[in-house]
């Protein structure tokens, strides 16, 4: 099983303010998704990172794949309250996920 | 995409009892994947059902107490059997499709 450790747990911040998300493992991995869920729904998937270095943007929401293959950043710019809500990684063949973190973004 | 259903979206339930779950998908897959959520935390993985085959449980997790079914393609079950407040949980099913998982909206339980 490769483990994946997320950081921060909670975050609370305000809206306008920068944010970084970690997803970190020992184990390397062939590709991270990243989700979302907000209360009373399944997770969203947000990206999926598969070359080393890799760099992607969904709008205000950029991630990295380490070039390692073993970590990931998630990165808001000027974070929204829309933007509430558990983000959480996964190994994407793994089907098993980090602990997440629990975003608050405050108006 | 994929549109997944679950019944019911909510339950209380008196311990000792057993809870059927039922998660419903648009279209056929082979797979389908079981996981719990206890309050503020993350999905945990209970079982992997393939149609046609017993389901593959995750440590941790037994038939005897989560037993699924898998009766064709488009739908699988979920019962928590013998059920105490430690089950209170949300519980989801996700099917793959094109490397995204797709996953129901899930079903809370409570048990008093």
């Known amino acids: 099983t490769q483990l994946l450790e997320q950081s921060p747990q909670f975050l609370s911040i305000q809206e306008g303010e920068n944010l970084t998300v970690y997803c970190n493992s020992s184990?390397?991995?062939?590709?991270l998704q990243w989700y979302r869920q907000e209360p009373g729904e399944g997770p969203v998937l947000l990206v999926t990172v598969v070359t080393g270095g890799e760099v992607k943007k969904l709008k205000r929401l950029t991630f990295q794949f380490g070039d390692a293959r073993k970590d990931s950043s998630l990165h808001i710019t000027a974070a929204q309250p829309g933007d509430t809500g558990l983000y959480l990684c996964a190994g994407a063949n793994d089907m098993r996920f980090g602990a997440g973190t629990r975003l608050t973004v405050k108006p | 995409s994929a549109v997944i259903s679950q019944k019911p979206s909510r339950d209380i339930c008196q311990r000792g009892t057993s809870l059927t779950i039922q998660c419903q998908v648009d279209?056929?897959?082979?797979?389908m994947f079981w996981y719990r959520q206890q309050p503020g935390q993350s999905l945990t993985l209970i079982a992997t059902a393939n149609q046609g085959s017993e389901a593959t449980y995750e440590s941790g997790f037994v038939i005897d107490k989560f037993p699924i079914s898998r009766p064709n393609l488009t739908f699988s079950t979920l019962t928590v059997s013998n059920m105490s407040p430690e089950d209170s949980s949300i519980y989801l099913c996700?099917?793959?499709?094109?490397?995204?998982?797709?996953f129901g909206p899930g079903t809370r339980l409570t048990v008093l």
């Open positions: 996700s099917v793959p499709r094109a490397d995204t998982q797709y």
């Open positions: 279209s056929q897959v082979t797979m």
């Open positions: 184990s390397v991995f062939s590709s």
